[in-house]
């Protein structure tokens, strides 16, 4: 009997405008069930995705939102625009903005990546090519990564188990693994990269998960599971029609998750690969935003004039994969790869 799991919605919000393109954030502290939405358009608001009630909210004229993230470390929240950082701060039923920061040098190019490490006073934000490396403890400093990428950074990520160690990823076909500001590890692929996270457990701590766009002359995209450490590539199948835009491995529970640009959300068991279940968000049009719930079985979408956060659960009735007899001996071909991988490491470990 397999593994099979269900998804379904828990919190919709529809925003004023049809137009509008949300990013979203789930709060890490799991005393706050806190889903952050920031749109394009000058929306930034905080919504308790449990009971539905908007938490606090601000206006932000005249700035067009990139991206949003929760700074657990210090109460903030913090968006990206055009050209610069913002750092808001919930008080009562308002956000206030605290402080400006100038980030962008790229000549207009829109600061629409960033991650914030999840212990560290740490972020990186990427700008075009442009990759730089945040402290803000005692003061804004950064550093401009050097030897960066040749075309435009697509996505970064912060190590949840590694101090100091990012990723970041690009249509150049690359993927940098940064301690700090030195180049760890170049890795290559064969297509754009257009998603990148590290694994949130033990023996996934050298692994790291990323989504590719279709190769040449083929409609399916990829999804990758590299040992960075080694630079090796231990598993590669293909998954969705059209462009992936996330692919992670859930904090919470034994699955990863991927999306694609067409609203479609997939579920596999993380260690056979398997495809365990397939949820179609037709009310989510043009999913851009996927991003976990770090204590619990939630993950959060953002699309156009839609954010949502979606309920992952096991059922337990087994079967649930709708991949043809293909797919199927690429993820177990992909499975044996990663499980090796990680009972290696795990020996390793404890030697």
Known sequence: MGEDCELS????????????????????????????????EGTLQV????????????????????????VPQEHWAILTDQDSIHVYEQRGDRLVEIKTICANNAGGTVTWKFAVHPLLPMMLTAAGTDVKLWSWSPKWDHICLKNCHTDLVTDVAA??????????CSVDMTIKVWSQETN??????????????????????PLLFASAHPPLGSS????????????????????????????????????LVSADNQSNIKVWNETSCKMVSSFSVRYLRDLHCLVPCRHSNFIAAGGRG?????EVERT?????????????????????????????RMLSLSN
């Open 306 to 310: 839609t954010a949502a956060v979606i």
């Open 184 to 205: 760890l590890k170049t890795l290559r692929c064969r297509n754009k990269v257009m998603s990148v996270q590290f694994g949130w457990k033990a023996w996934q701590k």
């Open 220 to 255: 399916v995209g990829e999804l990758l599971i590299w040992d960075y450490k080694k630079g090796n590539c231990i598993a590669t199948f293909g998954s969705h029609p059209g462009t992936p835009r996330a692919f992670f491995p859930h904090p919470a529970m034994p699955y």
């Open 159 to 168: 190590h949840p188990l590694e101090a100091g160690t990012f990723a970041s």
């Open 316 to 344: 337990g009735k087994g079967g649930g994969s709708d991949s043809d007899d293909d797919d199927d001996d690429v993820a177990s071909a992909a499975a044996k790869a990663v499980v090796a991988a990680a009972l290696l």
């Open 47 to 70: 919504w308790d995705y449990e009971t539905g009630e908007l938490v606090a909210s601000c206006s932000i004229p005249r700035k067009r939102v990139a991206r949003a993230k929760f």
């Open 9 to 40: 919605t828990k919190f919709r919000h529809d925003g004023a405008s049809s137009t509008e393109d949300y990013s979203v954030d789930i709060h890490p502290v799991a005393s706050k069930p806190f889903l952050l939405v920031a749109g394009d």
